[in-house]
């Protein structure tokens, strides 16, 4: 695990750039849920930033999608494990093509 997570460290640490532009994306996708949230607390329905893949259950209450406040914590985990994934994805396709 160790040597895992140092290879994708090494993989976006050698490219400030290119985790700069992890965390913009991340940052923006916050930005979008903040006024998704506000926008929910005026009254309208906007489409979720966020959605669990259907196969997900650990969202399956409807709670989780009618309470403001339990749907934003969904789309912040959601964002946040997506943000992850890529971090881990992107640095094992490059592990990848160097193999």
């Known amino acids: 695990m160790i040597r895992t997570l140092g290879q994708v460290a090494e993989y976006w640490l050698a490219d400030p750039a290119r985790a700069l532009d992890l965390q913009a994306n991340l940052g923006r996708a916050y ?3 903040w006024a998704h949230a506000a ?5 309208e329905t906007p489409p979720p ?3 669990p893949e259907p196969r997900d ?3 399956s209450d409807p709670e989780w999608s009618t309470n403001q406040f339990f749907d ?6 959601l964002l946040t494990a997506q943000w ?4 881990v994805s992107d640095a094992q396709d490059s592990i990848r093509t160097r193999s």
């Open 31 to 33: 930005l979008e849920l």
């Open 39 to 43: 926008r929910r607390m005026t009254g």
């Open 84 to 87: 992850a994934d890529r971090l």
């Open 49 to 51: 930033v966020a959605t």
């Open 72 to 77: 934003f914590l969904k789309q912040a985990y």
């Open 57 to 59: 259950k650990r969202f």
